[in-house]
């Protein structure tokens, strides 16, 4: 176990995201979370990265679990040069360069600074920083990322570049748990291309945000944000689809024989009040009208108590592969469609 959260609940405003939400991330494993809108995919990658603490529940994280994430706003960098953001951000990376860089004109004989200056250059090569840079170039260059900008400051990137950045910042950090969001928003098929290639080869765990099905099916767990909760779906996006369809058909076919019966109910607690009140029996017996109704009363109370309306969402272009009776049901309780992207639809 990497990271395990515990009976989360969060709420925003008057807005409550989760009620006691369990999620656990394994070792090495690559997770696709999804949802609609709005249903607080981000806020829940927020929390797992330890820069949300304003939930209430518990986080475990495995003993000295790195953990890096792509961050979607960039206050106060316009100045900040790209490669110094990147490099600042790989894990220990700052501390290791402070170390070797100030130590030897203070440490003079001080055997406590000589040891821990040793120890930073030895971490510094495990950790293969010495040729960092390097490689922070390399990729933001296969990124397509022009020269100026790798060399620029962070004020001069378009909102599709300072995307590339944060990838490149993530996918270099060789963190145990890499948290994603939107990784392929603005990309051309060739950066996307590179994103799924290191996503399909990476060793650590992954949990990505999209709804991007090119990049979903190189994942092996969809993980879906849906009425409060989470709900774990083994294998890729195609292979979820075929468990939330069979799933989601039941609900609605369980939802709409509730309505059916509810209804019956209702006709026949009408029926009893009619006759409770037409009996003419004699007064020291008990009107058996009476009894029926409060019977029916007592089931159709206990039925409306647990019915619960379906709700969930499916991609438009699976849906429009449904048959006409599906796309109704579909229309008739959907919580809101979501087009998933597919390679054809990026923008450069």
Do not use: C
Request: hydrophobic share 35%.
């Amino acid at each position: 176990m990497l990271l395990n959260l515990q009976n989360i609940t969060k709420t925003i405003g008057v807005k409550t995201l989760y009620t006691g939400l369990d999620l656990t991330i394994q070792p090495g494993e690559r997770v696709g979370l999804i949802g609609r809108n709005g249903i607080g995919k981000t806020t829940l990658l927020g929390i797992m990265a330890g820069t949300d603490h304003d939930y209430s529940g518990a986080v475990d994280a495995r003993r000295g679990l790195i953990i890096a994430s792509t961050t979607q706003e960039h206050h106060g960098l316009a100045d900040k040069p790209v490669l110094e953001y990147i490099l600042e951000n790989l894990p220990d990376y700052a501390r290791l360069k402070h170390v070797i860089d100030t130590y030897p004109l203070e440490m003079g004989e001080d055997m406590t600074k000589i040891e821990a200056y040793s120890d930073a250059l030895t971490r510094f090569g495990e950790l293969g920083y010495y040729d960092a840079e390097a490689d922070v170039r390399t990729e933001l260059a296969t990124f397509q990322l022009p020269p100026d900008r790798i060399d620029g400051s962070f004020g001069h990137l378009s909102g599709g570049q300072k995307r590339f950045v944060e990838l490149v910042k993530v996918t270099l950090s060789d963190a145990d748990l890499a948290l994603i969001d939107e990784p392929t928003n603005h990309m051309d098929y060739v950066a996307k291309q590179i994103f799924i290639d290191w996503l399909a080869k990476s060793k650590q765990a992954v949990v990505v945000v999209t709804h991007d099905r090119d990049v979903l099916a190189h994942v092996d767990r969809i993980v879906e944000i849906k009425a409060r909760e989470v709900l774990s779906f083994p294998g890729n996006y195609d292979a979820y689809l075929q468990q939330n369809g069979a799933a989601t058909a039941k609900a609605i076919d369980s939802y709409e024989n509730a309505q059916k019966r509810l209804t019956k109910l209702e006709k026949a607690i009408r029926d009893a009040k009619a006759r409770k009140a037409g009996w003419s029996g004699t007064a020291d017996k008990t009107n058996p009208f009476m009894l029926l109704e409060k019977r029916l009363t007592k089931e159709r109370d206990e039925l409306q108590a647990t019915m619960t309306k379906p709700d969930f969402w499916i991609d438009q272009e699976t849906l429009d592969k449904q048959q006409d009776k599906v796309v109704a049901k579909y229309d008739k309780y959907k919580a809101r469609n979501i087009r998933l992207r597919t390679g054809g639809e990026h923008r450069a």
